[in-house]
């Protein structure tokens, strides 16, 4: 150990979840910061741990539980140790949290990313029982939190907090509250800051961007999107999730005419069965999203299309499920996020009649897995000799003569290192050899 002088102190930080909890992970590392903290990745010499939880599915919350119990070795190796519990599961559980692992220090919800700093400072000084804050309250979060960004290019920005469409297997509207639309202003503001410190890319979050300013009617979101493509530096705006039921005409217009919007959709669709659909309480019918993707094709010709898809949903039938493999084989998305269901108690869909078997929903998976990889390795193989704008993000994680970056339409690509490139440029990329989930190719 040092001589005490400015001895920094180290906080591990696990992230589960969707972007917008590694965004709340980077308001958290922020005020971290501002206490001396610096990031480790080693659970074992850290003065403090936090978890930022997931708990859409019970796969998330599984993780969350093991890890929580390897702490516990460590709490006792070290009693110093703060150990904190942020996120989603944090909010659906509270003090149920504790009552399992007395070794946790503090539980803060999902809208108490603001009160850790208070929160960590007060632990420091008196250990005096555990701190439990979960009220979810009404209020979004304030807009001065310092901010830690963990990527390089690549800055998440929320735009909105919270759900308001209470899908029938979901938990997140539970335990992230109502929707809030961040001021335009604040949205730009943070874009301009991450674009002058070098950021390329801004990705939009919310559960769904397309009632952005619904609520103070300051901005649409096609506004928005608008106003952050003009932002002096930013090279490529990214946004999720795009719930289908209301993607309007003037987002389309948007992206077609905006400088550096990516031709990129993603539109959950979720399944392919109206009955499963309505069953879901998704809104929309097929025939609407079918018409909406006929619209996002005529505007944006190059744009790609990826899905969000749930399989083994109480009721569903082996003809539901015929219908969306269907559905996938009319559609042809580029890419798709499958999900077996999970049940979420507090839901609508937990408490459904009959609850598909495990055995049947992985069975039914695999065989959706199978006909989609068809349908992405012959959209990946029609773009074979073209060449593509790839920003580059540096070596792959195995070989550091193989380069990486993705296109506009969220492809990843790989190339062989010529030595001209530099991370965070557009480079242009022939594609030779394009496989199911990467495209390959060699730099222009
Ligand atoms: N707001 C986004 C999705 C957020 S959750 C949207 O509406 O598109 C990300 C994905 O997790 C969802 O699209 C859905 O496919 C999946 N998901 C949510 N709850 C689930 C559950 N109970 N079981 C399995 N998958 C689920
Ligand atoms: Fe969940 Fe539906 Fe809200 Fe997405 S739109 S977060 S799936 S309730
Ligand atoms: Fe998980 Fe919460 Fe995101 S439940 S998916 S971390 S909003």
Known sequence: MGNGILQKK?????????????????????????????????????????????????????????????????????????????????????????????????????????????????????????????????????????????????AWVPIMYGCNNFCTYCIVPYVRGREHSRRPEDVVREVEEAAAQGFKEITLLGQNVNSYGRDHKLASFAELLLMVDAVKGVERVRYMTSHPKDLS??????????????????????????????????????????????????????????????????????????????????????????????????????TMEAQVEDSVKKERLHRLMEVQNEISLEKNAALKGTVQEVLAEGPSRTDEDVWTGRTGTNKIVLWRKKGQETEGDIVRVRITQPQTWVLKGELQ
């Open 249 to 350: 005409d003037a987002v389309i217009d948007a992206v077609r005419q905006g400088r550096h919007i990516c031709p990129h959709f993603h539109l959950p669709v979720q399944h392919g069965s109206d009955r499963i659909l309505r069953a879901m309480n998704r809104v929309y019918r097929k025939d609407a999203y079918r018409s909406l993707v006929e619209r996002i094709r005529a505007a944006v010709p190059d744009a790609s299309l990826t899905t969000d898809l749930i399989v083994g949903f109480p009721g569903e039938t082996e003809e539901d499920f015929g219908e969306l493999l269907d559905f996938l084989r009319e559609i042809r998305y580029d890419a798709a996020y499958t999900f077996l269901y999970s049940k979420r108690s507090g839901t609508p869909a937990a």
């Open 10 to 154: 180290r906080a591990f930080i696990g992230v589960y979840g969707c972007q917008m909890n590694i965004s709340d992970a980077e308001r958290m590392e922020g005020q971290l910061a501002t206490l001396g903290y610096e990031r480790t990745e080693d659970m074992a010499r850290a003065d403090l741990i936090l978890l930022n939880t997931c708990c859409v599915r019970e796969t998330a919350e599984d993780k969350v539980y093991g890890k929580i119990g390897e702490i516990k070795h460590i709490k006792r190796a070290n009693p110093a140790l703060i150990f904190g519990i942020t996120g989603c599961m944090a909010q659906k559980e509270g003090e149920a949290l504790i009552r399992r692992a007395p070794h946790i220090d503090f539980v803060l919800g999902t809208n108490k990313v603001h009160e850790l700093k208070a929160t960590v400072r007060q632990l420091e000084s008196a250990r005096r029982g555990p701190v439990v804050d979960v009220l979810l309250g009404d209020a979004p979060l304030p807009e001065n939190v310092p901010i830690e960004r963990t990527g390089r290019l690549s």
